[in-house]
C-alpha cells in the first residue's frame, strides 16, 4: 500500500467523480487531495462509499488550501477540508417506531 493509500484510503464522490479521501468522524471531516479547486459547495451532498454501504454527507463547510496536499505527502498538490453532516444517520434516528 503506497502512503497516499494508507493517508487517504476511503473513496467519496464528489460532483460526480469518485476520489480518495480520509473521514475523521469525531470532527465530522473529509480531508481530499485534489489538483483543482473541485466544484463542491456548501448545501451539496457527497457520497461516502464502502463494503458495508454508502453514507450520504451534507456539506455545511468548506476549505481549499493550495499547495497543502504536497506539504502532507499527498500526491496532488491541494487538500479539500469538508466539514459534513451525515446525512443518512438523522434519516434513521429521525423515523419514528410503528405502533403495536
Known amino acids: 500500500m503506497d502512503p497516499n493509500e494508507r493517508a487517504f484510503p476511503e473513496t467519496f464522490v464528489v460532483g460526480g467523480h469518485a476520489c480518495a479521501g480520509a473521514w475523521d468522524a469525531e470532527r465530522y471531516k473529509v480531508r481530499i487531495p485534489c489538483t483543482a479547486q473541485p466544484g463542491v459547495q456548501v448545501g451539496d ?22 499547495g497543502e496536499g504536497s506539504r502532507i505527502g499527498a500526491e496532488q498538490p491541494h487538500l479539500l477540508t469538508l466539514d459534513v453532516e451525515d446525512v443518512t444517520a438523522v434519516v434513521f434516528r429521525s423515523r419514528k417506531p410503528r405502533p403495536q
Not at 463494503?51 to 493550495?66: K, S
Request: charged share 25%; proline share 0%; net charge positive.
Open 45 to 66: 451532498l457527497i457520497v461516502r462509499q464502502s463494503d458495508t454501504g454508502n453514507v450520504q454527507l451534507r456539506v455545511v463547510g468548506l476549505r481549499f488550501v493550495e
